[in-house]
Structures are given as structure tokens and as C-alpha cells.
């Protein structure tokens, strides 16, 4: 299995950037497609952004499309999220996930980070 760490959340005002870490031990991370959720306050866990195993696909939802950047270096056995244009509504708990050998799906993940706060102010 796979260890997955998040890091980089923070506060931030609106129109501002961030970009979170997803960083993997135990394994190397270049088997696995990794994706990004985010649970807002008081709302279920929803899909943001993933990459493929092998870097040639990602898929974002529609509501950070052209603002968010999924992205991954396997040589520091990384994934990142590059997030700009924050606003109020990107509010949440971020958390990456990965399964081996999977194709930036939304779903069907089975290794899971502890998550990282992130608050933009308006």
C-alpha cells in the first residue's frame, strides 16, 4: 500500500492562490493515479481534480476548470494541485486519494490522505 500526506493548506482571501502537496511513501507513487476531493463544511465529500497513473490524463470538476491544476512529479514521489482564483466556495478539507494503474476516474479510490484545510476569506 501506499501512504498519502497532504500538505499546503492555509488561509487565503478570495482571488488568491495556493497549491496543495500530495506526497507518497511505501511505494512509489508513478503506479498510481491519484485524484483530489474536498469535503466543504457541513456537505458531503465531492471530486475536484485527477491525473493518471502515467501523467497523460486528467480530469477536473466543472466547478474549478481553468482555475485548478492537477499535476505530478514521480521523481519526489508528489502530486499537486495548483489552486488559483480561490474563492469563498473552495472552502474545505482537501484530501488526495490513488489507486494503482487508474485512469484520473472520479471514483473507486482505495488509499486515502488525512486532509488539509483549506479556507479562502472573502
Known amino acids: 500500500q501506499v501512504q498519502l500526506v497532504e500538505s499546503g493548506g492555509g488561509l487565503v482571501e478570495a482571488g488568491g492562490s495556493l497549491r496543495l502537496s500530495c506526497a507518497a511513501s511505501g511505494r512509489t507513487i508513478s503506479r498510481y493515479g491519484v485524484g483530489w476531493f474536498r469535503q466543504p463544511p457541513g456537505k458531503q465529500r465531492e471530486f475536484v481534480a485527477a491525473i493518471s497513473w502515467n501523467g497523460l490524463r486528467t480530469n477536473y470538476a466543472d466547478s474549478v476548470k481553468g482555475r485548478f491544476t492537477i499535476s505530478r512529479d514521480n521523481a519526489k514521489n508528489t502530486v499537486y494541485l495548483q489552486m488559483n482564483s480561490l474563492k469563498p466556495e473552495d472552502t474545505a478539507v482537501y484530501y488526495c486519494?490513488?489507486?494503482?494503474?487508474?485512469?484520473?476516474?472520479?471514483?473507486?479510490?482505495?488509499?486515502w490522505g488525512q486532509g488539509t484545510q483549506v479556507t479562502v476569506s472573502s
Open positions: 486519494a490513488a489507486r494503482q494503474w487508474s485512469l484520473a476516474t472520479t471514483y473507486e479510490y482505495d488509499q
